[in-house]
């Protein structure tokens, strides 16, 4: 499952750098991640290291992303390989 930025966030800046897919980005209004390219950081940390560093905790699993483990492991694998 992506996670999802919600309406709460401060614009801080203080997730981007810190993910290791390179999925957030600022948007018009506040940040965003771009749900082709989150994996829960599957892959790379045992923890989504964006959800670690949120000051106002505002970056949950979004339901209409559900993937299970493996298939966030597969999209690990294909952005990798693209990279
Ligand atoms: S959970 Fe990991 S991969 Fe997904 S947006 Fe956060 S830091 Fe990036
Ligand atoms: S760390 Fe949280 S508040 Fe800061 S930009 Fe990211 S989502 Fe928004």
Redo the contacts with the bound molecule.
Sequence with gaps: M??IITDDCINCDV?EP????S??SPGEEIYE?DAN?????VGHYDE????QVCPVDC?PKDPDNEESHDELMEKYLIITAAA
Excluded at 18 to 21: D, G, I, K, M, T
Excluded at 37 to 41: G, K, R, S, V
Aim: overall charge negative; some cysteine.
């Design positions: 992506s996670l997730c810190e993910c290791p897919n999925a957030i991640i390219l989150c994996t829960e950081c989504p290291q964006c959800q970056i």
